[in-house]
Nanobody, 117 residues
Framework: QVQLVESMGGLVQPGGSLRLSCAAS????????MGWYRQGPGKQRELVAS???????NYADSMKGRVTISRDNAKNAVYLQMNSLKPEDTALYYC???????????WGQGTQVTVSA
């Protein structure tokens, strides 16, 4: 059974930081590209950042310079360090595992990030 479990979301003040974690199980983690997506109130889900199985990273333009994605294949985990958070970053943040060559795509349940004074 595949599970992606996000954690470490929460309430943070503008300008603050959070480090989200996603623990994966039931997959051969090192073969998957991992990503973080978010869906704000009344908005579509959008990519925040991704990292390939080889470690190449990609960031949404709106987040460049403020977020860093990293993965630890030994721990089957992916992280998202977010800095200088803004109220418009308020959203449900989802972890995604993707292996297109196998047509496999999995999602976590999400962790809420609220940026408010």
């Amino acid at each position: 059974q595949v599970q992606l479990v996000e954690s470490m979301g929460g309430l943070v003040q503008p300008g603050g930081s959070l480090r989200l974690s996603c623990a994966a199980s039931g997959i051969i983690f090192r073969l998957y590209a991992m990503g973080w997506y978010r869906q704000g109130p009344g908005k579509q889900r959008e990519l925040v950042a991704s990292v390939t199985s080889g470690g190449k990273t990609n960031y949404a333009d709106s987040m460049k310079g403020r977020v860093t994605i990293s993965r630890d294949n030994a721990k089957n985990a992916v992280y998202l360090q977010m800095n200088s958070l803004k109220p418009e970053d308020t959203a449900l943040y989802y972890c995604n595992a993707k292996a297109p060559i196998y047509n496999l795509d999995y999602w976590g349940q999400g962790t809420q990030v609220t940026v408010s004074a």
